[in-house]
Structure formats: structure tokens, C-alpha cells
């Protein structure tokens, strides 16, 4: 055995190495791609960068080009200078209208009129003045007014007359030794008889490509020094540059600026977030690898320990269930061979949940943690004590055999929830219900085993709590026929085979002013089913809140026949404990048309406790209808008057056991006093149930009772015999 478990220990260890490595390889890779991708991203948006520019500086150029030539055909077309340049030629006339003529000034510009032969007409215009063309000139301007000229002869072979149109021009070209845009456009109209000149003359202008031009650009089209460079000067490394060509593809000018490199700043933010990714996984493979080594041995160490985390609870640290029903398993085998004897034991807190509800989740998990102790102390020994769930604890107990010593452990069972368990410095009683079930007894798995122990805890629970009970075999029979009731109450509940019957509430001079619905139910074949057997069964199968439900729907149909009446309709704890209570009781209201004054609902304390603020939301709600609601049997619960004054209710009900105690115990009848004395004080009516004699209903009558209800009065009668007209100040029981 030892050598096959270091034999385990050391196929861990190389499978831990053997991950590192693969892992390192892995993230390298991984990093290596990442900085190969990063570069050729960055070189493309460069790249991208550089081919956007150049086609910016283009478009910029090609803008320029187009507006001189708008800028010629103007003043090709201007009446003013057709007359300057047809009869006479004045320069300082014609360089102060230019102005006019132009979108834009003449800066590093010449204005010149030609004949097509390239013979200068007129002067050259500057902007600060004028001076005659020098002879060279004309040679530099042969392309374009050869341009202009067979522009004007197509038109003119077209069919079309040429002197209608200027058929301006535009190229990028050398002038005068510079780069310039030349633009050039024949004077329109139809030349005069008198003209000076003919044939018809051309004009030209021209925007040099100067550092003004190019810093314009530039700032338009953010490109950073922008700038001539020289055909032969070496281009400083990095720079973007764009030739400019003339029309037969001589070079006229190159343009360099600093290029926008995006693809370096994406490079240079992403690159050293790989770098310090690298270390960090680099860092992390470290520790990693470090510590694989010390993880294997811990989870070597702590196997066992592992294994009573996956068999034990986690809140108490007994034995779960998965280890009970194990220990059930070799309990019931041992048990077959006569080789032991003893019982299985299921315990369950009676009414823990008030505990979650009125003190919260944590010290309902610290009591918890105390019964376990408790248990464990008390039947360490010769027993397995295990935690089911929730608030269920199990016991296998040994050495446990006939009816005396099953009392005894039973008995010892109960003992421990006798004492107060101390929680938080404060003390905490709660009883438990215990069912009991031999290990012998016939049952063909543990699973069985369990049910049997769960049937006779449901008996104990059924008898009041607080109890054990033994399984026998009647028992099935008997959890049979609580389940097959549960499931035929449902189905009467759907198919609206219960009634109601109505007991009379009366004023204190006796007259008839409400009445409370009370369900009834008839089984096919077990017959009358006494109200607290089957709505003890609707509370146990979760139906009591569609029978609820049925009962207000039901009484409010009823009460529309009694219009001077009010009827009252109990409210369970789960019922109202629902989000969707106020609306249901709206919609039954809607759909019934029972005005909502004439419905009182009554609700205990326990249907409130622990979730206060949303039975005031919900009451609220209600009562800005006219909804009334009565606190039912008021004494027998928790009976805190803090509770009572802040939940707004109409009515307090003294319960029956108060009245019934009235004629022969001073301590009832001081209770029934100080009830109606707090009903008063709070606004509050108060109703005493259960008066069956003329002195009780005198004596409530004397101590403040505001109304009353009993067999005094009248038994529960069925709707049709409700009688809304004044009734006598006592009546027979019937």
C-alpha cells in the first residue's frame, strides 16, 4: 500500500511538471504571436497613414487647381476686363479689379494676357504691381496655351461655336523655374469690330506652389512640416513625400512632411503591456510551479480530512446523510444476523421556523449547533447522531431492545430539548417531536427504515408535538389514509365540494350585525370531516391556501343576499404570508361586487410574526378599500403589544377559552377586562367568541364588549338560513 501511494505521489508530481512546461511553451507562443501580429498591425496602419496623406495632399492640390481655373473663367467672363483687355489695357486698373475677380488673393500669383501664339499682350500682374513678361515665359507656358487652344478647335470641329465658351484649363507646372499651378482660359464674347487685338486673346494665371501655399495645406489638413525638398537632396528618414508631375509626366516639384504614425503609437502602447504580461505570467508560472509541489502534498495530507468534509455537516460537523444511510446500511445487515440490536430515531424542532422568522437566519443556524452538541454529549457513546437537514437530526442507537428501553431512549430524547438552549445570551426553548423505529422491523432498505421513522414523526407531530411515537405497522396504514385525505381534500377544494356554514356575530343588545363563514366538508365516504382533521391536512399539504382563497371568494357571493351584514372569512398564515394576498382579495372583491366594507378578515398572530412590515403593507393596502381586519383568538399567542400597536387592525376577537373561564376563574375574567381596556385604548372594537350562557354574555356585555359570538346566539347555519333582521337579545342554541 505505501508503495503504490508514493507510486500516486510521484505520478502527481511529474504530471504537475509536465503541465508547467506545456503551459510555459504555451504562453510563449501565445506572446510571440501577440508581438507578431502587434507589428504587422502596426506597419499596416502606417502603411494606411502614408497612402491617406499623400491622397490628402492630392485632393488639396487638385482643389487648389480647380479653383483657379474657377478663378480664370471669371475673369475671362467679367464685362470689365472683356473691355480692359479688348480695347484698351490699363494694369493698375485691371491689378485693383483683379482682387474682385479672384476667390482668393493674389499672393505668389501672375495675371498675364497672351495671343495664342504665346506673343505677350499686356503686362504681367502682381499684386503689389505690374512689369513686362520676361521672353522666357512663354516658352514655359507652351503646354497649357497649346491646351486651351485645342480645347477651343474640338469645340469647334464638334460643331460648336468656340467664341461662346473659354475652354479654361489647368495644369501643375514649372514657371519661371518654379513650381506653379497654371490655369488658362480664352476672353469670352464675340470680339468686337474695333478690337484691338485679334486673334482672340488668352488668359493666364498662375499660383506658385510656394511655403505659404504649403503651410496652408498643411494646417488644413494637419500634416506636419510640409515642405518642398530638392529633386537631388536626400529625404530625411521616416518622411512621407508626393512628386508632382506635369501633364507628359515631367517632374515639377516633391512635397515632404512628417507622416502621422499610428501604427507606432498602437505599438508602443500595446507592446509593453505584453512585455509586463510576459513577466507577469512569467512571475505567475514561477509560483505556480512552486507551488503545485506543496498543493500535492497538502492535498495528500489532507485527504482524510477531505473525506470528513464530504461525509460530515458542514454546521455542525456531524455525520450527514450521505453517512447515515451508510451507517443505516451496516446498522440494518447487522440487525438481520441477530448480531445487534437497537433502533433508528428522527428528530424534528417543532415551530423552528418562528425562530428564522423572529430572530434571523444566524442564530436559527447557531441553535441548530447547540441541539447537535446537546445530542452528541447525551448519546455519544453507543450511538451515531447525524444531521439530516434543515432541522431534522437522526439517531442510530445500539444496545436498544424492548418496549422499556425504548421508552427510556425516547425519553432521553425529549429530555434534551427540556433545558433552554442559550443562544447569544439570550435562552431559547424549543420542544421536538421524535419518531421511533426498531432496526429489526421488516423493511427491505434503509430507505424504508427512514420512512417508517419519518411516518411515526409525523404521528408525534400530529399529536401535539413534543412527543415521541414507535412505528408499528398500523402506522403505514394510517400515513396512508393522511395522504390519500390531503389528496381527496384537494380535489374537493377544485371541484367546490365544500360548503360554508355561518355562525351569527351579534351586538351587545343582541342585534344581528355580521356573521363569520366557517367550512364545512363532506367526504364521499368517510363523510362529515371534522374542521380541525382536514384543515390540519390542508395546512400539511399546502392546500389550506386555495381553500382560503375558495372561503373568501365564496363568502363575499354569500353575503350578497344580507345587505345590512358584514362576514368575516379566516385568513391562514401561509395565505396572507403570499406578495399577491391584497390583490387576490381585490380581485375576489371586483369579480363578486361585495361592497369592500362588509368583509372583515381575521388573521392570528403567528400570521404576522416575523415579517411585519409586510403584514402593515398588506393590511394598508386593504383598509383604503374598506377591508376590515380582526386579530383572531388575541391572549393565546405571542401577544406583544408592541405588535398590536403598530399593526392596524379594527377589531380584537377574545378567544373562547378566555370567555368559557369568565363565570368560574377571576384571573379569565381580569384578562377579558384588560383585553377590552387595550382594545379601547388602541381604537380597537373587541368581540368575545365562544359565549354559550346568559351571565357570560352579561358580564361581557358589563366589562365593554363591543360584540359577541356563540352558541348563545346561534350555531353555524347554512346562507339560506341567515335571518339580517333584528334577532332577540338571547336565543337557544339549537
Known amino acids: ?151 477651343r478647335t474640338a469645340s469647334s470641329l464638334a460643331g460648336d461655336d468656340p467664341r461662346m465658351g473659354t475652354h479654361a484649363t489647368v495644369q501643375i507646372q514649372t514657371l519661371l523655374g518654379r513650381p506653379a499651378i497654371v490655369a488658362a ?60 508631375r506635369d501633364h507628359g509626366n515631367g517632374w515639377v516639384a516633391q512635397l515632404a512632411w512628417t507622416p502621422e504614425r499610428p501604427g507606432d503609437q498602437m505599438s508602443n502602447t500595446i507592446i509593453p503591456i505584453v512585455v509586463l ?7 505567475l508560472l514561477l509560483v505556480v510551479a512552486h507551488y503545485v509541489g506543496r498543493t500535492t502534498a497538502v492535498l495528500e495530507r489532507n485527504q482524510d480530512r477531505l473525506q470528513y468534509l464530504a461525509a460530515h455537516d458542514a454546521l455542525t460537523g456531524l455525520p450527514n446523510r450521505f453517512s447515515l444511510m451508510q451507517a443505516l446500511d451496516s446498522a440494518m445487515e447487522l440487525a ?58 437522526a439517531i442510530i442507537a445500539r444496545n436498544v431492545e424492548g418496549e422499556d428501553a425504548i421508552r427510556l431512549i425516547g425519553e432521553r430524547v425529549l429530555d434534551v430539548f427540556a433545558l433552554p438552549f442559550t443562544v447569544r445570551n439570550q435562552q431559547i426553548r424549543r420542544g421536538a417531536s421524535v419518531g421511533i423505529v426498531s432496526l429489526d422491523q421488516t ?29 408499528d405497522v398500523d402506522m403505514s396504514d394510517a400515513y396512508v389514509a393522511t395522504k390519500q385525505l390531503e389528496e381527496d381534500l384537494r380535489v374537493a377544494i377544485e371541484n367546490n365540494d365544500l360548503t360554508l ?64 351584514l358584514t362576514v368575516a372569512a379566516n385568513v391562514s398564515a401561509m395565505q396572507f404570508r403570499r406578495p399577491e394576498f391584497a390583490q387576490i382579495v381585490k380581485s375576489i372583491l371586483q369579480e363578486t361586487g361585495l361592497p369592500p366594507q362588509r368583509l372583515e378578515l381575521e388573521i392570528t398572530e403567528t400570521a404576522v410574526i416575523g415579517n411585519i412590515e409586510d403584514a402593515i403593507a398588506a393590511i394598508n393596502d386593504l383598509r383604503k378599500l374598506g377591508v376590515q381586519f380582526a386579530l383572531d383568538d388575541f391572549g393565546t399567542g405571542y401577544s406583544s403589544l408592541a405588535y398590536l400597536r403598530r399593526l392596524p387592525f379594527d377589531r380584537i376577537k377574545i378567544d373562547q377559552s378566555f370567555t368559557a373561564s369568565i363565570e368560574s376563574g377571576a384571573e379569565a375574567a381580569s384578562i377579558v377586562h384588560a383585553i377590552v381596556s387595550l382594545g379601547r385604548g388602541l381604537g380597537m372594537k373587541v368581540t368575545a367568541e365562544g359565549v354559550e350562557t346568559p351571565d357570560q354574555q352579561l358580564f361581557l356585555r358589563a366589562a365593554g364588549v363591543h360584540a359577541m359570538q356563540g352558541y348563545l346566539f346561534g350555531r353555524p347555519m347554512p346562507a339560506a338560513e341567515i335571518e339580517p333582521a333584528p334577532a332577540q337579545t338571547t336565543r337557544a342554541a339549537s
Open 1 to 151: 500500500m505505501a508503495d503504490k501511494n508514493q507510486g500516486l505521489v510521484t505520478a502527481r508530481r511529474s504530471f504537475g511538471r509536465r503541465s508547467i512546461i506545456i503551459a510555459a511553451i504555451a504562453v510563449a507562443a501565445a506572446i510571440v504571436g501577440v508581438c507578431v501580429s502587434v507589428f504587422w498591425l502596426s506597419n499596416s496602419a502606417n502603411e494606411a497613414a502614408h497612402l491617406r496623406e499623400q491622397q490628402l495632399v492630392r485632393d488639396a492640390f487638385d482643389a487648389r487647381a480647380q479653383q483657379l481655373v474657377r478663378d480664370v473663367e471669371q475673369v475671362a467672363r467679367s464685362s470689365r476686363a472683356i473691355e480692359r483687355f479688348w480695347y484698351r489695357f490699363d494694369g493698375e486698373t485691371i491689378r485693383q479689379n483683379t482682387k474682385s475677380w479672384l476667390a482668393e488673393p493674389l499672393a505668389d500669383s501672375l495675371f498675364i494676357v497672351v495671343e495664342p501664339n504665346g506673343r505677350a499682350l499686356q503686362n504681367v500682374v502682381l499684386p503689389d504691381g505690374f512689369f513686362r513678361a520676361p521672353r522666357d515665359i512663354f516658352e514655359d507656358l507652351r503646354p497649357v496655351l497649346d491646351e486651351v487652344s485645342a480645347l
Open 185 to 244: 482660359a480664352y476672353l469670352g464674347g464675340e470680339p468686337p469690330a474695333t478690337a484691338r487685338y485679334n486673334p482672340v486673346p488668352l488668359v493666364v494665371m498662375a499660383r506658385f506652389i510656394s511655403q505659404q501655399l504649403l503651410s496652408e495645406t498643411a494646417t488644413r489638413f494637419s500634416l506636419p512640416d510640409l515642405r518642398l525638398v530638392s529633386r537631388y537632396n536626400e529625404i530625411p528618414k521616416g518622411s512621407n513625400t508626393l512628386e508632382l
Open 277 to 283: 504580461a510576459a513577466l507577469g505570467l512569467l512571475a
Open 336 to 393: 438481520k444476523t441477530d448480531r445487534m440490536r437497537g433502533v433508528f430515531i428522527t428528530i424534528d424542532l417543532d415551530l423552528f421556523k418562528d425562530v428564522n422568522d423572529l430572530l434571523g437566519h444566524d442564530v436559527g443556524d447557531q441553535l441548530i449547533t447547540e441541539v447537535g452538541k446537546r445530542l452528541l454529549q447525551t448519546f455519544e457513546r453507543e450511538t451515531m447522531v447525524a444531521r439530516v437537514g434543515g432541522d431534522e437530526f
Open 443 to 471: 423493511a427491505a432498505t434503509s430507505t424504508d427504515l427512514l420512512r417508517f421513522a419519518d411516518m411515526a414523526l409525523y404521528r408525534a407531530k400530529h399529536e401535539g408535538r413534543g412527543f415521541y411515537c414507535v412505528y
Open 501 to 564: 356554514v355561518y355562525q351569527p356575530v351579534v351586538a351587545a343588545n343582541g342585534k344581528i350585525i355580521g356573521v363569520e363563514a366557517l367550512s364545512r366538508w363532506k367526504h364521499p365516504t368517510l363523510g362529515m370531516v371534522s374542521p380541525p382533521r382536514f384543515i390540519a391536512a390542508a395546512e400539511q399539504s399546502g392546500s389550506i391556501v386555495q381553500l382560503g382563497d375558495w372561503v373568501i371568494r365564496q363568502a363575499c357571493n354569500d353575503a350578497l343576499a344580507w345587505p345590512t
